[in-house]
């Protein structure tokens, strides 16, 4: 299994306004996954963050809108630039267990409102 | 494309079973899995399905028949804290995670 702790948990920005959301692992891990889940809905793949290397966006995201850092192994993060009401979303990282059927196990999630 | 489908609701009794179905076309095939999403939390890994058959854990089972591109998860002895979102989701050829809409069971007294 893994931990993973991310934050924040919630936060309220103004439409405009830039939030990095970050997440730790408690071990070190090749990939991981920023999905976003808004209301409702179920989860979509933004991205998927390699460390040592550009992030890979899934289709209709953006690195401009959604920029991605990985500077190790056990951390990343993920900033929603220039938000908008239509950004507020649950934002959950993740990433593979080691087992032999590497289901994911996820952050807490970092609940969003734009206003 | 790819299509996951499943119900949107379901409402069972406590002390029932229910089962959650979820159908799938996806390019390529490398396994199922079923998660459980209470309000508010992240969702937690429930099963994996990579051969046909019955997976048992517990009050849960997971099924999966690859030739029909159907799965379901059954559960037995509701309990009011199964109240949640159940998520199927198919991993294609090329391992990417492909989600259903998430099914949201109701459990009743």
Known sequence: SAVISQ???????????????QC????????MFWYRQQ????????????????????????IDKFPISRPNLTFST??????????????????RGQGDTGELFFGEGSRLTVL | GQNIDQ?????ATEGAIVQINCTYQTSGFNGL???QQHAGEAPTFLSYNVLDGLEEKGRFSSFLSRSKGYSYLLLKELQMKDSASYLC???DSNYQLIWGAGTKLIIKP
């Open chain 1, 39 to 62: 209301p409702g809905q179920s989860l979509t793949l933004i991205a998927t963050a390699n460390q040592g290397s550009e992030a890979t966006y899934e289709s209709g995201f953006v």
């Open chain 1, 78 to 95: 993920l900033t929603v630039s220039n938000m908008s009401p239509e950004d507020s979303s649950i934002y959950l990282c993740s990433v």
């Open chain 1, 7 to 21: 934050k924040p948990s919630r936060d309220i920005c103004q439409r405009g306004t830039s939030l990095t959301i």
């Open chain 1, 24 to 31: 730790q692992v408690d071990s070190q891990v090749t990939m």
């Open chain 2, 89 to 91: 989701a198919v991993q």
């Open chain 2, 33 to 35: 899995f079923w998660y």
């Open chain 2, 7 to 11: 119900p949107t609701e379901m409402t």
